[in-house]
Nanobody
Framework: QVQVVESGGGSVQPGGSLRLSCAAS????????MGWYRQAPGKQRELVAL???????THANSVKGRFTISRDNAKNTVFLQMNSLKPEDTAVYYC?????????WGQGTQVTVSS
């Protein structure tokens, strides 16, 4: 099994930046993809960004050019750098580890963008 723990959420004004972190532990070798998802009140959970074990990244159209997913293999940590934040980015952000044994989710971290 894999455990993932998010950190770095908070409140920021429009145009501001935040950096989310997701630390993975457990059966790290089984991880194939790690990703960030978000869920706003009353909406379905949606993909924000993914990074594969080969370093290939995918970003949702809504965040392209503003958000960047990256990783530190030595620390088993994935990051989401969020710049030029908008009120519509407000959501609970979840880290996901896609492994050979299934998907594992973190508890989520709240991001609020408001003036």
């Amino acid at each position: 099994q894999v455990q993932v723990v998010e950190s770095g959420g908070g409140s920021v004004q429009p145009g501001g930046s935040l950096r989310l972190s997701c630390a993975a532990s457990g059966s790290i070798f089984s991880i194939r993809v790690m990703g960030w998802y978000r869920q706003a009140p009353g909406k379905q959970r949606e993909l924000v960004a993914l990074i594969t074990i080969y370093g290939r990244t995918t970003h949702a159209n809504s965040v392209k050019g503003r958000f960047t997913i990256s990783r530190d293999n030595a620390k088993n940590t994935v990051f989401l750098q969020m710049n030029s934040l908008k009120p519509e980015d407000t959501a609970v952000y979840y880290c996901n580890a896609e492994t050979t044994g299934g998907d594992f989710w973190g508890q989520g971290t709240q991001v609020t963008v408001s003036s």
